[in-house]
T-cell receptor
């Protein structure tokens, strides 16, 4: 079946640094990808929609300058957490929409810990 | 705004028992999705429902799309230890077909 990968699977960084997370669709093209955030013991919350070749759209309350999204190809979207702080520590999950199959697939997630 | 509330929040059951959980919304959904998430992993789709009243099975799992379109139910028959995880319902927002809202989750623990 279709697979979505994320890299890295976990990352620890110091406060103030920036971290880039990659989301790849491995066997299909995805014009649209989504980024979710999940805090411990909570549900997934949609952060933004990543559109290939155009600007991402952000959900209310999500700072676009802090969470930079780039969707430069049909198989790759990146989320950069800029100037990370401890409160940004979370599980970040991407999903990719397979337009042909009309299905959305989720990645395995990236656990970010900011010290 | 739209919210999806799941019940129960968590449950411990004995291996071999049947499990029922539900998901309710204050607004209508046209699609209901049920996902399972294991620790440290992304959610995996279990069942998708597209029509009010629809009853769909996937192995030991059965899900139903409520007639009112404001709720959905997931049943697991003869539970086994690997059923452990968090079960989420989800549905597309009104404003965007593929932007999903996730429910609050039901955490299932199976006692062998």
């Amino acid at each position: 079946g279709a697979v979505v990968s994320q890299h890295p699977s976990r990352v620890i960084c110091k406060s103030g640094t920036s971290v880039k997370i990659e989301c790849r669709s491995l066997d299909f093209q995805a014009t649209t990808m989504f980024w979710y955030r999940q805090f411990p013991k909570q549900s997934l919350m949609l952060m933004a929609t990543s559109n290939e070749g155009s600007k991402a759209t952000y959900e209310q309350g999500v700072e676009k300058d802090k969470f930079l999204i780039n969707h430069a190809s049909l198989t790759l979207s990146t989320l950069t957490v800029t100037s990370a702080h401890p409160e940004d520590s979370s599980f970040y999950i991407c999903s990719a929409r397979d337009q042909i199959a009309d299905t959305q697939y989720f990645g395995p997630g990236t656990r970010l810990t900011v010290l | 705004g739209q919210q999806l509330n799941q019940s129960p929040q968590s449950m411990f059951i004995q291996e071999g028992e049947d499990v029922s959980m539900n998901c309710t919304s204050s607004s209508i959904f046209n699609t209901w999705l049920w996902y399972k998430q294991e620790p440290g992993e992304g959610p995996v789709l279990l069942i998708a429902l597209y029509k009010a009243g629809e009853l769909t099975s996937n192995g030991r799992l059965t899900a139903q799309f409520g007639i009112t379109r404001k709720d959905s139910f997931l049943n697991i028959s003869a539970s086994i230890p690997s059923d452990v995880g968090i079960y989420f319902c989800a549905g597309p927002r009104l404003t965007g077909t593929y932007k999903y809202i996730f429910g609050t989750g039901t955490r299932l623990k199976v006692l062998a």
